[in-house]
């Protein structure tokens, strides 16, 4: 099987996904240029990603610069809901050095939980928080980072 074929026969398989599923997340997660510039053409020619309850997060290590230059990518991510994380292994990780307090406004999503959890520190002894895929991120992102 060629490469077009197997990138084909992905679209295809991510597109019945998308239509049996309410909500879907594809992670790529790719070095190769060639790669993500075939799978965003192939993908935007599908219309695969062209509907609003299908995101998309790529992860990684082309630089921005060249991330750029690549002929169907920049028009696919800016006409989908999408995300574009660059891991830069030789910078250090940012921390913010005093924990700034950061809103954050979401779309309700069927796969997102939101519930209260104790916290002293809060009006009323109670924080809402959230659970799900965008939730998990926005933990993760705001551990890392370090902000409330």
């Known amino acids: ?39 965003a053409e192939s993908s935007f020619k599908s219309h695969l990603l062209l509907v609003q309850k299908t995101k998309l997060l790529v992860f990684t290590r082309i630089p921005v610069l060249q991330l750029q230059t690549l002929p169907h990518l920049h028009r696919t991510l800016s006409r989908t809901t999408s995300l574009v994380a660059v891991v830069d292994d030789t910078l250090p990780v940012f921390r913010f050095p005093h924990r700034p307090h950061v809103l954050v406004t979401a779309e309700e999503l069927v796969a997102q939980v939101a519930y209260t959890v104790d916290d002293p520190t809060a009006p009323e002894g109670k924080r809402l928080t959230f659970g799900g895929p965008a939730g998990n991120v926005m933990e993760i992102l705001s551990t890392t980072m370090n902000f409330t």
């Open 1 to 39: 099987m060629t490469y077009e074929q197997q990138l084909s026969q992905t679209i295809a398989t991510a597109r019945q996904l998308r239509d049996a599923l309410w909500c879907v997340t594809m992670v790529v997660v790719s070095d190769d240029p060639a790669f993500l510039a075939a799978f």
